[in-house]
């Protein structure tokens, strides 16, 4: 049994395994594996996670499926068949590429049984929310004597003109005097996070934990 989990990037694949790393051990004790699976980013996600989530929830009628894309950016997307202006929206657009792929490619039975197996949901805005979210390690990350601030709490409430992303490289600047490095930056300070403190303050992200808890029985913290 397996919970598969689609995201954008490999920083998110890096990031979420980082502060996931203990939640995983004890899913795998219960006899379920969590994979993390990039689709390289946002265009590509679009153009994928139809059939790549389709695939597997034909596969094995045990397993789980996330869809876990970024919110931001989302303007490209206006005048498309993906336009989304709020996490909502995003949501509606995965769960109709997967319906559309369900009965069009594998034509399941029971195309409901296999969609209640899906979970779209999303970063929201990015990956660097969960950042803002583990502030102690954060600061520790960025040799701060005081807490990081200056972003809307929750931190999932941040706009789209000034992402997560956009603080975080904004501190790393000012703090650091480097570019903030995606994938060992998020790698670094996610791993030494508290799950349930960050997801505490996100309540999108902590839906898409509870979740994979009630599915699987196994709970995140």
């Not at 790393?21 to 004890?26: F, R």
């Not at 980013?41 to 929830?57: C, D, M, T, V």
């Not at 039975?109 to 949901?121: C, L, P, Q």
Request: hydrophobic content about 35%.
């Amino acid at each position: 049994m397996k919970v598969w989990i689609f995201v954008e990037g490999k920083s998110d694949v890096q990031a979420l395994s980082a502060l996931w790393g203990g939640w995983k051990q004890n899913l795998g004790a219960k006899g379920w594996g969590l994979q993390l699976i990039s689709l390289q980013n946002k265009p590509n996600y679009f153009r994928k996670i139809g059939p790549r989530a389709s695939e597997k929830l034909v596969h094995d009628t045990r397993d789980l499926v996330v869809g876990l894309p970024d919110l931001y950016p989302n303007r490209d997307y206006a005048n498309t068949a993906y336009k989304h202006d709020n996490l909502k929206e995003l949501q509606d657009v995965q769960m109709r590429l997967v319906k559309q792929n369900l009965p069009q490619k594998f034509r399941p039975a029971d195309v409901e049984s296999h969609i209640a197996r899906f979970y779209a949901s999303a970063l929201k805005h990015d990956l660097e929310v969960l950042l803002l979210a583990a502030t102690s390690q954060l600061q520790s990350r960025l040799k701060m004597r005081n807490r990081p601030g200056g972003w809307r709490h929750p931190p999932e409430d941040q706009n789209q003109n000034k992402p997560p992303k956009k603080i975080v490289e904004e501190l790393f600047q000012k703090n650091l005097k480097r570019a903030y490095r995606e994938i060992t930056d998020s790698d670094a300070i996610l791993g030494n996070a508290d799950l349930q403190e960050v997801a505490k303050q996100c309540p999108a992200f902590r839906a898409v934990i509870d979740w994979i808890g009630a599915e699987t029985g196994v709970p995140g913290y």
